[in-house]
């Protein structure tokens, strides 16, 4: 099993950036793809990033590439996600999301069997 649990989210203005964190537990982290979500009030919840399980591999939904990195320290069991250029239309809680029987670059959020709590992302203008 995988335990998640995200922290670093809160309110910001356009133009700031904000570094998500999502800390893991269970032995399968490692082995994991690790990917974060976002879902807006009223909105379904949608793929931001994704990243391989020896973090060489990462891809980006085109609303966020070049904006947000995301990295992974599997030693310390912990994914990240930096947002720089935030904007009022990234507001969402953020979900980091852990895919354990695939090593494929999954995007749905239905091929993720662990998922944290979520974290609050407001952006004003």
């Known amino acids: 099993q995988v335990q998640l649990v995200e922290s670093g989210g809160g309110l910001v203005q356009a133009g700031d950036s904000l570094r998500l964190s999502c800390a893991a537990s269970g032995r399968t982290f490692s082995s994991a793809v690790m990917s974060w979500f976002r879902q807006a009030p009223g909105k379904e919840r949608e793929f931001v990033a994704g990243?391989?399980?020896?973090?060489?591999?990462?891809y980006y939904a085109d609303s966020v590439k070049g904006r947000f990195t995301i990295s992974r320290d599997n030693a310390k069991k912990t994914v990240y996600l930096q947002m720089n250029s935030l904007k009022p239309g990234d507001t969402a809680v953020y979900y980091c999301?852990?895919?354990?029987?695939?090593?494929?670059?999954?995007?749905?959020?239905?091929?993720?069997?662990?998922w944290g709590q979520g974290t609050q992302v407001t952006v004003s203008s």
């Open positions: 999301a852990a895919a354990t029987y695939t090593r494929r670059m999954v995007q749905s959020p239905y091929e993720y069997d662990y």
């Open positions: 990243i391989s399980w020896s973090g060489g591999t990462t």
